[in-house]
């Protein structure tokens, strides 16, 4: 496997996440990132996940990649950042952190894999791509129920 193709898995990894989440939450693209053999890929939730929600949703994330066969190797309980650490068993790296007012991060990291060229993804976001604006801003979309409680 070359680096577009740990890219393009990345993606497959990140959709099927954010798919099995109900109801949908609104992400965005981070950014990709390359080292010298392996590939970051992130999106971000823009939904608001409120402090009463948070545990749902970790809860969610965290019995879907069990269920995918994924190892979980850390879990924060921190009460402001939580965060899921897994592998796929494909070995990409896989975490769920949650940040400043209640936004959730989504990475994969690759392991090494052939130097290649890395496109950026093709998969579209499902609410504002936010093209060309860094970083992206705070948790700016309400649902409700993701955002119940927040203020």
Aim: glycine residues 8%; proline residues 6%; aromatic residues 8%.
């Amino acid at each position: 496997m070359d680096m577009q193709g740990a890219a393009n898995r990345a993606d497959e990894i990140l959709d099927a996440v954010l798919t099995e989440i109900k109801p949908q939450v609104q992400w965005a693209h981070g950014p990709t990132s390359t080292g010298s053999c392996d590939v970051s890929r992130m999106r971000v939730v823009m939904t608001i996940v409120s402090e009463q929600r948070r545990g749902s949703f970790l809860g969610v994330v965290d019995r879907f990649w069990r269920k995918s066969g994924y190892r979980i190797k850390a879990i924060n309980n921190d009460v402001d950042v939580p965060a899921i650490y897994a592998q796929t068993l494909d070995g990409f790296g896989v975490t769920l952190s949650i940040g400043g007012k209640g936004q959730a991060f989504f990475e994969v990291d690759s392991p090494c894999v052939k130097e290649s060229a890395v496109a950026e993804s093709t998969t579209q976001p499902n609410g504002p791509a936010y093209e060309d604006v860094y970083p992206l801003p705070r948790p700016n979309v309400h649902s409700d129920f993701w955002s119940t409680g927040s203020t």
